[in-house]
């Protein structure tokens, strides 16, 4: 006779019941005036099973109740502890432990109050799969946010992928858990979510830390504690940096179109299978994937070599479709699989550490796909994206926009930006399209979206998510970076949030970019006309911090590489090219340049193949290459060029008036002001003997850079390694250089301070 109603057998049976230790597992009972023990156990596909008590080396028969796979045993004892089920399915017997046996959750009360009010920093330590030992058994403790799904169970490699094996018990706030015993790392797995209407859907773990490649979508149990990290010096000098007084270039790069290898030599193990799990390249027949470890062998030497401090990797994240680039984001916790597993990803950030190179992840909150697996409809509802289509769709992206003003959706994004710093020692984000977090008219015609509460089209819980994450990084990584995609005037990007700005230490700085390719995809003779498009970044440059980027997007969708954007014959278009990079490194504010540049590649990035190494073949592209190279020495070298990137002090015109020769020249001071270089760049194929420039103090300039010498593929006209000053009154100085500009080309002149205190007996100034 059954010790429990029949109504709450086939809650169990029916997977109706929201908290299954209700009724399974071991309960005690008074029976005949003495407290006894019940052990219930719902096992699908079982036709008999036994209780086991192996410290008692004791077997107790389980009885088939109401349902042929619903069991329990009435237990004559007084304590019960550590039992296990003896279950046979046909043929076979297995011994598992019950799960239901381990009945105390291990989320606590505080755990859901701080996730409930958006603050739980490291709610991925709580929510998602995690390999531990309880009571003595090791297992995975499972738990996952579904607040409006009526019943969630565990599929898996564990059983057979059967929802009505594992089901899971609500928590509070809409928090389901459970602990699986014997399950380890490695193992399959997803969550099956049902709503009240009884729809199933089966969803990969929003809090998952490894995901299998794609096609496929299951999570994978991982554990991220195991890597032994060897960057603490890296760490702990990094707290300290003062990034906006500090060189910083990066190399912005697409890891599965950098460079493929040959699947004729796989790296294999000894039983044949490949080490890491890549994945062969769809439009690059016979090549494959670098795997993470191999990345770290050949692409960073490279970037070292070329002397950039940072490496930015396009999304990392796992994502459903490589033509998204990374940008459609299905599992935030999760580096992708496509070039091997996380501790394959520790390694190369911490190989990078090793060569003194900063890692920046480009951060995608703004909006993700509607791929069945991932956080669209989650639990049968708008859980994570908005209702509304009008704020909650980006219809061009054919994506859905996270609800920021939801405190537990919040929470999600604030711990993903923690957790990439946290587990993979990660040093910067670039969040990517801040403009669609920040405006709700994003890319909406009238009539296509709704106002705030003001009228107004800011997405005020947008801009507050925003100022969330950078209040919360920096308290716990005071070191980190975090560069903004923004594209529009909104005040303040780059401000602290305790002033009222968005808290981002960079922004990208769009209108010059634009301003740059617009102005040297002219013919040169047009420039003159023009002259604004190099002068007008100086009259904005110290209202934000700023970052010069040339990126991915610039070279794709039949914009053309950077060589192909430029006028004139081959010879003009490769000058045009040093011209560019060289006052890019001139001008205020940090540098990105996306890959493929350095190379001055012909062809438009294709995210299927890989860069045009064999260029590197001819002259003209060693050229650049061996531009980018000493330009990073000088740029180092220099504090002039970096120190003051964000004061107007660190600027100062020469001349900007010289139109009718596309001529302009500058002066960049270091906080030391005596320490300074005079620019001076012509924007013409032209070439001017006998061009003067007036500077501030006299003696000898010595020529520190010359983006025309023949080195870097240019006639190598210049001015014989430098020049004294003359007493020529010019650009309001006492003092002016007599010059060779050189056609198409960019000067930097520094005063060579020992020289002349020889010659003049004092030092200048």
């Not at 550490?353 to 509802?381: C, M, N, S």
């Not at 990084?473 to 949030?497: H, K």
Request: glycine share 8%; proline share 5%; with cysteine.
């Amino acid at each position: 006779m059954t010790t429990i109603a029949v109504d709450q057998i086939d809650r169990i049976v029916w997977n109706h019941h929201q908290d299954p230790f209700e009724i399974l597992g071991p309960h005690p009972i008074e029976q005949n005036g003495k407290t006894q023990w019940v052990v219930r156990a719902y096992l699908p596909n079982a036709e008999a099973a036994w209780v086991l008590i192996p410290e008692l080396r004791e077997e107790y028969p389980m009885e088939s109740v109401h349902n042929p796979h619903f069991f329990e045993c009435v237990l004559d004892k007084s304590e019960l502890s550590n039992y296990q089920l003896k279950v046979k399915e046909g043929d076979h017997e297995r011994v598992i432990y019950d799960p239901y046996a381990f009945r105390s959750p291990k989320l606590t009360d505080f755990d859901v109050h701080l996730f409930s009010e958006g603050n739980h920093h490291r709610i991925y330590e709580k929510l998602g799969a995690h390999p531990m030992t309880l009571e003595g058994v090791s297992g995975v403790y499972f738990a996952l946010w579904a607040p409006n799904a009526r019943n969630v169970s565990i599929l898996g490699d564990f059983n057979y992928w059967d929802g009505r094996k594992h089901q899971m018990r609500k928590f509070g706030n809409g928090v389901w858990e459970l602990f699986i015993p014997e399950v380890k790392v490695g193992d399959r797995y997803k969550y099956e979510v049902k709503n009240w209407e009884g729809h199933i859907y089966e969803k990969s773990d929003p809090y998952g830390f490894f995901q299998e490649v794609r096609p496929k979508t299951a999570s994978i149990v991982a554990d991220l504690d195991t890597y032994q990290w060897h960057d603490q010096d890296w760490m702990e000098h990094r707290r300290d940096q003062n990034h906006l007084a500090q060189p910083i270039s990066v190399y912005e790069c697409h890891l599965g179109s950098w460079n493929h290898d040959a699947m004729a030599n796989p790296h294999r193990l000894a039983d044949g299978t490949l080490e890491t799990p890549v994945q062969t390249c769809e439009l690059d027949p016979g090549a494959r994937y670098l795997t993470y470890r191999e990345l770290a062998d050949k692409l960073i030497p490279y970037v070292k070599d070329l002397g950039f401090t940072h490496i930015e990797l396009l999304p990392i994240a796992e994502y459903p479709f490589d033509g998204s680039w990374g940008y459609q984001v299905t599992g935030y916790y999760a580096p992708t699989s496509r070039f091997g597993t996380p501790e394959d990803f520790m390694y190369f950030v911490d190989q990078c550490h090793a060569q003194e190179i900063g890692v920046i992840v480009d951060w995608v909150p703004g909006h993700f796909p509607k791929d069945g697996h991932g956080l669209a409809f989650f639990d049968g509802t708008h859980l994570y994206e908005y209702a509304d289509p009008r704020i909650g769709e980006h219809k061009g992206w054919g994506t859905l926009v996270f609800d920021y003003g939801r405190n537990e959706v919040r929470n999600f994004l604030v711990s993903n930006a923690l957790f990439w710093f946290d587990k993979y020692h990660i040093d910067g984000i670039r969040v990517d399209a801040v403009a669609s977090i920040i405006y709700r008219n994003y890319c909406r015609e009238d009539g296509e979206w709704t106002a705030n509460q003001y009228g107004g089209c800011e997405h005020i819980e947008g801009a507050d998510f925003l100022r969330q994450t950078h209040h919360v990084l920096f308290s716990y990584y005071p070191g980190a970076l975090s560069i903004a995609e923004e594209s529009t005037s909104w005040p303040m990007v780059s401000w602290p949030t305790y002033v009222g700005g968005l808290g981002f230490n960079l922004k990208w700085n769009m209108g010059w970019m634009h301003d740059m390719l617009d102005y040297f995809h002219m013919d040169p003779w047009f420039r003159q006309f023009h002259q604004n498009n190099i002068t007008f970044s100086i009259w904005y440059h110290h209202s934000e911090n700023f970052m010069l980027a040339l990126s991915h997007d610039e070279v794709v969708h039949g914009k053309s590489h950077i060589l192909g954007k430029m006028p004139g014959d081959e010879w003009q278009k490769f000058a045009n090219v040093r011209c560019l990079f060289t006052y890019m490194f001139a001008h205020p504010g940090k540098k990105t340049i996306f890959m493929g540049m350095e190379l001055a590649q012909w062809k438009e990035w294709n995210n299927w193949g890989t860069l045009q190494w064999e260029l590197l073949n001819f002259p003209a592209h060693q050229g650049i290459q061996r531009l980018f190279q000493d330009l990073h020495r000088l740029y180092k070298a220099q504090p002039a060029l970096y120190e003051r990137d964000f004061s107007e002090e660190g600027f100062q015109w020469i001349d900007c008036s010289d139109s009718s020769h596309s001529v302009a020249a500058f002066i960049r001071r270091a906080k030391d002001t005596d320490d300074f270089l005079a620019i001076i760049c012509n924007f013409t194929p032209q070439p001017h003997s006998h061009y003067r420039i007036g500077v501030p103090e006299p003696g000898f300039y010595t020529e520190v850079f010359n983006s025309d010498a023949s080195e870097y593929g240019g006639s190598n006209m210049g001015n014989l390694g430098g020049k004294w000053t003359e007493e020529w009154w010019m650009h309001n100085y006492a003092q002016s250089l007599d010059l060779c500009l050189p056609p198409l080309g960019v000067l930097m002149f520094k005063l060579d301070q020992a020289k002349t205190a020889e010659v003049f007996g004092i030092k200048p100034g």
